[in-house]
């Protein structure tokens, strides 16, 4: 069974960084795309920031410059660098994958994790 586990979030001020990252375990024969959502309550999920297998990124507009998204294949992590944080990034952030296993290609959610950010 495939699962994506993040860590990182939590509290901080207006101005700080925080690093999320994510791993995947399980059965994985190999991952396309990675990259992470976040959703603030009464929000619609949306996309922060997503990063091919070969290295290619995109960033929502609201955090380029601010944020960068990286991966190691090998060790089927992706981590997302936030600097510059505002109290508009409060949001709980998730891990996505698009993940092959067992021959199948299905995109996989982590639990989330929260970030919170104070003015």
């Known amino acids: 069974q495939v699962q994506l586990v993040e860590s990182g979030g939590g509290l901080v001020q207006a101005g700080g960084s925080l690093r999320l990252s994510c791993v995947g375990s399980?059965?994985?024969?190999?991952?396309?795309?990675m990259g992470w959502y976040r959703q603030a309550p009464g929000k619609q999920r949306e996309l922060v920031a997503k990063i091919s297998s070969s290295g290619m990124t995109t960033y929502a507009d609201s955090v380029k410059g601010r944020f960068t998204i990286s991966r190691d294949n090998v060790k089927r992590t992706v981590s997302l660098q936030m600097n510059s944080l505002k109290p508009g990034d409060t949001a709980h952030y998730y891990c996505?994958?698009?993940?092959?296993?067992?021959?199948?290609?299905?995109?996989?959610w982590g639990q989330g994790t929260q970030v919170t950010v104070s003015s």
């Open positions: 399980g059965i994985i024969e190999s991952i396309d795309d």
């Open positions: 996505n994958g698009e993940i092959w296993s067992s021959g199948w290609l299905r995109a996989y």
